[in-house]
């Protein structure tokens, strides 16, 4: 698990950096900052199954999802797109997959 966690951040760097390479900013960064958040809100949700109240528990669901939801905005926002190995994938399907 740990393993798939980070290869998903060390591809989401390289594919921001890749972005910045070539000029485009505003993508660049959201590609940096969207799957990166989306990464740390799925452990946030991960980590609600096995400690904390009922209440911490709705709470860190809540804050997740709504990360999640706001890293896919910013991405989708930008029209960003993973090419990788001759796969395609929307900005909001990287963003899934990483919150995986």
């Known amino acids: 698990m740990h393993g798939t966690i980070f290869l998903s951040g060390v591809l989401a760097v390289g594919t921001a950096i ?3 390479a070539k000029g485009l900013v505003w993508p660049g960064v959201a ?3 969207g799957p990166l958040l989306c990464l ?5 949700i991960r ?14 669901r809540a804050a997740g999802i709504t990360a999640i939801a ?14 990788l190995f001759n ?3 929307a900005g909001a399907t990287w963003e899934l997959v990483g919150a995986l």
Do not use: C
């Open 40 to 44: 740390m809100a799925g452990a946030v």
């Open 47 to 60: 980590g609600t199954f096995h400690v904390g109240t009922p209440h911490q528990r709705l709470a860190g």
């Open 87 to 89: 796969i395609e994938l």
């Open 70 to 83: 706001i890293g896919m905005g910013l991405l989708m926002s930008t029209g960003y797109v993973v090419r």
């Open 31 to 33: 590609g940096f900052v």
């Open 18 to 20: 890749g972005a910045l």
